[in-house]
Structures are given as structure tokens and as C-alpha cells.
């Protein structure tokens, strides 16, 4: 391959690996505003889950614990979003900021304080990361001109979560489009005086989209 494929290709590659937390940022995003929640805490949920995941990954050893820390973490600013926007009344907006501002404070002190790594966590090693997945037949099928070195250098040997990031985009389609709850979830934002004259509490339709959404943020991380 030529030294402008190889550009290419690691170009691409790059891009499709770090846009699967946008993408999971992006959808969660998606669910609170179908819900009628604004939701702009979704960069500190990203950064907190990233904190939280890394750290346990490190002390544990153990990557399975660092995703479930790291989805715990965005469950919690999850909540602490819909405490004050919809248990209080408050300001979402306000709200959601200052989520951003707590994590991007907490995340780098208390690095710092538990590692003393200038605000940074420790290199995790290989059992505390997930590792890449290679795709079938991604050698032989490598030697194909132009889509052969897409499929092995791009879509195989990325991680699990790059995976997921891109087939939850269909998946929320379907779930948004096709299935009760998210019908629901579309009438709560659109009509809530409606969906609550009809029997449903809108309270929890919002709540039950915040912690999807911290869930996926707390991944993306």
C-alpha cells in the first residue's frame, strides 16, 4: 500500500474510533430531549465516566469493573441532572452546566489526589482494557484492492464500544420509532399535559431517559 493509503486508512481508522463516544454522547443527548429534558451536562458525564472507569480499571486490574464504574458514574450525574431539573424545577440549562463544571474540577483533583500523577490516571494494563476485536477473515480478505485494507485496517480491531456506539444508532431508531416506550418517550416531550391526562407519569418516562442516557455517556467514557 501506498504511503497515502496508509494515511488513509490510519486516518479513517482514527475517526471512526474516536467518534464512538460522540455518537453515545449524541444519543443520549437524543433521549432526555425526546423526553423534553435539556440536557448539555453530556461533555462532564463523558469525562467523569472516563475518569471513574480508568481509575477502578486501574486499582481493580480488572476491565469489566472500570465499565461498570464508568456506567455507574454517568448513572449518578444522571440523576443529580433530573434531581434539580425535574424533581426541583429547576433550570436544566444551569443544571447541566454545572455538571460539566463539577466534573471537569473533580475528575483531574481527585486523580491527583488518589495517584499523584499530576491529575492523570495510571497506564492501565492489558487486563484492565478491552481488548480489539479482529474481524473474520480480516488477513486474507486484507489483499483486496481498496476495500481490503478498509476492512482490516478500519472496521476490524477496533474495541467492543466502537461496535456498540455504531449499531446503537439503528437501535435507537427502532426504539425511538418503533417500540411503546419510545412512543411514550416522544409524546412526553411533545405533549406531556396529554400523556399525563392519559395515565402515565411523566416524571418517569424523563427519569427512566436520563439513566439511559448517563448509561451510554458513562460508556462513552
Known sequence: MSAAGLFFTSLLASTVRLAA???????????????????????????????????????SGSAASGLAAAIAAGLLLSMLHGWFSIALGGDQIVSGMALNLVAAGAAPSLAAAWF???GA???????????????????????????????????????????????????????????????????????PQAVAASGISVGGMRWGALAVGGALCGIGG
Open 121 to 191: 490516571t495510571p497506564p492501565l494494563a492489558a487486563g484492565a482494557r478491552f481488548a480489539a476485536i479482529a474481524l473474520p477473515l480480516a488477513g486474507p480478505l486484507g489483499g483486496l484492492p481498496i476495500v481490503g485494507p478498509i476492512y482490516r485496517d478500519v472496521l476490524s480491531g477496533q474495541s467492543l464500544f466502537v461496535y456498540l456506539a455504531w449499531l446503537a444508532v439503528p437501535a435507537t431508531a427502532c426504539i425511538l420509532g418503533r417500540t411503546r416506550w419510545g412512543l411514550r418517550l416522544r409524546a412526553v416531550g411533545e405533549s
Open 116 to 118: 499523584h500523577q499530576g
Open 21 to 59: 463516544p460522540l455518537i453515545l454522547a449524541a444519543l443520549a443527548g437524543l433521549y432526555a430531549e425526546r423526553s423534553g429534558v435539556v440536557d448539555i451536562g453530556l461533555e462532564g458525564k463523558l469525562l467523569f465516566g472516563a475518569f471513574a472507569g480508568a481509575a477502578i480499571a486501574a486499582l
